[in-house]
């Protein structure tokens, strides 16, 4: 089978065959054109002087010996052309597929993945802040309290301090507790409806627990040709998800999607929490998933 380096020299090369052949055929024609008249006005004038001398009968004959073969071998390299035409075009169409069939894919451009990283939420999940506090939300009451009383302490009360809570609280506790976002309400002049539409604006903010480990699969082109589908499928049936859920029942695993992960050589791909696992198949997806449960 056919490689995408050699694909991709077979197409140049019938490309470049192609190029010189039509300019050969134009070439042909226009000197053919050019030279024409010239060549009508010789045989015109031996013909009128073959009129009155005799001797010009032989001269003239030559000429139109002469003028037929080169028509007759313009014809045949025109022939000859075209056909060298017809089957480079060809070759360049089909090696030209070939490549773009076995291509690297690019990597996307960090306008396309901050596109898709901060892409605006589905209109229909209209999150709302509940109206009280579960008890299991933060680990602590005292550490939340005193946690988020340490963020208002060090980003201020007004509402242009709500991205850098949020995240703080993300990075803190890997999601956003409710019971730390009401308590961020009632200690800032940040809203519930503000909080509400930041967190689901951007991707980066969680409204539900995490489980201890977080798995990244990538649905990225690359990713998403080479079978990232089925290992994904295939670890939420491993891990018993839910279809609406992304962690499974006992928090042990959060699969997340993304849509680059930047390793698009070693597609399908996913990253259990730093580590990267690539050339995946679903088996060995599940594999690496127990390896990880196992270890820890
Ligand atoms: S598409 Fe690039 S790593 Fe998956």
């Known amino acids: 089978m056919i490689s995408a380096l050699a694909a991709r020299r077979v197409a140049i090369g019938s490309a470049l065959v192609a190029l010189v052949c039509t300019g050969a055929l134009v070439a042909d024609h226009a ?3 050019w030279r024409a008249r010239a060549e009508k006005s010789r045989i015109e004038r031996l013909e009128a002087q073959a009129k009155t001398e005799a001797a010009i009968a032989a001269p003239l004959h030559d000429e139109r010996k002469r003028q037929t073969g080169v028509s007759l071998a313009r014809e045949t390299r025109g022939r000859v052309l075209a056909w060298i035409l017809l089957v480079s ?3 360049f169409v089909a090696a030209g597929q070939r490549y773009v069939s076995l291509r690297p894919q690019p990597l996307p451009s960090l306008d396309d993945l901050v596109a898709v990283r901060f892409a605006p939420p589905k209109p229909a999940k209209q999150q709302t802040l509940p109206a009280s506090l579960p008890a299991t939300d933060a680990d602590d009451p005292v550490d939340l309290l005193s946690f988020v009383d340490g963020l208002v302490a060090r980003f201020g009360r007004s509402r242009e301090t709500a991205i850098p809570i949020l995240q703080a609280l993300q990075a803190h ?3 956003l507790p409710d019971a730390a976002l009401r308590l961020v309400c009632e200690r800032t002049e940040i809203t519930p409806a503000q ?3 930041t967190s689901s604006f951007y991707a980066q903010f969680r409204r539900s627990p995490v489980g201890r480990h977080v798995v990244r699969v990538c649905h990225g082109t690359a990713c998403h040709v080479a079978g990232a589908e089925q290992i994904n499928q295939e670890l ?5 998800i839910a279809p609406d ?3 499974d029942a006992q928090s042990r695993f959060t699969l997340d999607t993304v849509a680059c992960l930047g390793c698009c050589s070693l597609a399908p791909v996913m990253m259990i929490e730093e580590e990267t696992a690539g050339r995946l198949t679903p088996a060995g ?3 690496a998933l127990d390896a990880v449960e196992q270890a820890t």
């Open 245 to 247: 859920a992304d962690t």
């Open 285 to 287: 997806a599940r594999q």
């Open 236 to 240: 939420r049936r491993h891990l018993g």
């Open 31 to 33: 000197v053919a054109v």
């Open 195 to 197: 909080i509400a539409g």
């Open 173 to 175: 506790y890997r999601y």
């Open 89 to 91: 075009g060809g070759l």
